[in-house]
């Protein structure tokens, strides 16, 4: 079994994965990003898109938005999620490998490092290539990722965290000459200890957009925020743009 394939790291895991204060990050960027920014009544399509935290923020704003995921503890948790914000959405249990609706979208979408999750390459360019083919002619791609230069910058010195009831320990590893990364979780809560491991690929600025023009994007740009900021020493998040076109 693959890492992402086990619901037990969702179901354990996803109350600090997925916090009230990453779902409140999500709401405001949505709201304020130019790069999530779509007329009412898009076809958006939100990748890995977990307990909808993007994807309930987009519906809110009037976008018809389809979530696709594989796990469907976090599916439900969407289900539950957007019943309470009281807005429709459409779900899709699927691999992202496999899932491909052509010239249906808009804007496809996929956050918080739901990218680059497969160890051979060509798995990864795959997902692009679907992503592509799923886009209306004109459409754009937005994928939000921990890029290499990033974790280059920043250290990968152990991370404590205090979680309701308990504390979280977080440490990276950077593995195969700086192609990938992993994360192993320690959750200390009520007595219990679990754990988790978290892989995925550690892709330069350069790198992911050399993969979307060999998927056939066009206009490919990065940014390194949510406020479209210039990809430099500053950046927060690695986010990859590219269009169909
Ligand atoms: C780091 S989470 C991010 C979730 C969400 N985008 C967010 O911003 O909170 C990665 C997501 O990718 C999903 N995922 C992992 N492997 C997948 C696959 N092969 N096909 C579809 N979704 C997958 C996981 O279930 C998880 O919801």
Redesign the pocket.
Known sequence: MEW?EDETL?TGFGEV??SAE?AAE?EARVSMSPLLRVPAGAAVL??????G??TIPLARRGAAVTG????AA?LDRAVTAASAAGVGIRLVR????EFVEPDRYDLAI?????FG?FADHDQNMRVLRNVLASLKPGGRALIDLYGKEIAARDGLAPKIVDVDGGTLVVRGTVLAGWTRFRDDFLLVRDGQARTAVVEHALYSAAELKGMLREAGFTDVDCFGGFDGEPFDNHARRLIVRGRRG
């Open positions: 992402f969702w994965m997925f990453r999500a939100d990748l890995g898109c977990g307990p935290t993007y696709v995921d594989l796990s976090l699927a691999d992202m490998r996929s956050m918080y490092t739901s999750l």
